[in-house]
Nanobody
Framework: QVQLVESGGGLVQAGGSLRLSCAASGSLSSINSMGWYRQAPGKSREMVARIIITSGGFTKYADSVKGRFTISRDNAKNAVYLEMNSLKSTDTGVYYC???????????????WGQGTQVTVSS
């Protein structure tokens, strides 16, 4: 089993910055990717940023956050971070840490989610 614990959300004014952290623990021998998703009120959950570890650390960002957000990880701590700068009111939502892990001889991907942390950007 895998546990994800997020921290760092809060209330910030537009133009400000926040840093989200996520610490993973448990059975983590074959991590495929780590990342962050968000869900705004009344909207579907969307990918914000991912690190594809099995692709040499390739990073992907949603177009809406490119140039403002930076994802990073600490291998030793099994942690992933999201540095968010120049925040906009449209960045408001619940941010979820996500990890997928390769399991078994069939190489099945198993998804794990954190409990979510609220980010509110006031205009």
């Amino acid at each position: 089993q895998v546990q994800l614990v997020e921290s760092g959300g809060g209330l910030v004014q537009a133009g400000g910055s926040l840093r989200l952290s996520c610490a993973a623990s448990g059975s983590l021998s074959s991590i495929n990717s780590m990342g962050w998703y968000r869900q705004a009120p009344g909207k579907s959950r969307e990918m914000v940023a991912r690190i594809i570890i099995t692709s040499g650390g390739f990073t992907k960002y949603a177009d809406s956050v490119k140039g403002r957000f930076t994802i990073s990880r600490d291998n030793a701590k099994n942690a992933v971070y999201l540095e968010m700068n120049s925040l906009k009111s449209t960045d408001t939502g619940v941010y979820y840490c996500h990890i997928d892990v390769i399991r078994g001889s069939d190489l099945v991907l198993m998804d794990y989610w954190g409990q979510g942390t609220q980010v509110t950007v006031s205009s």
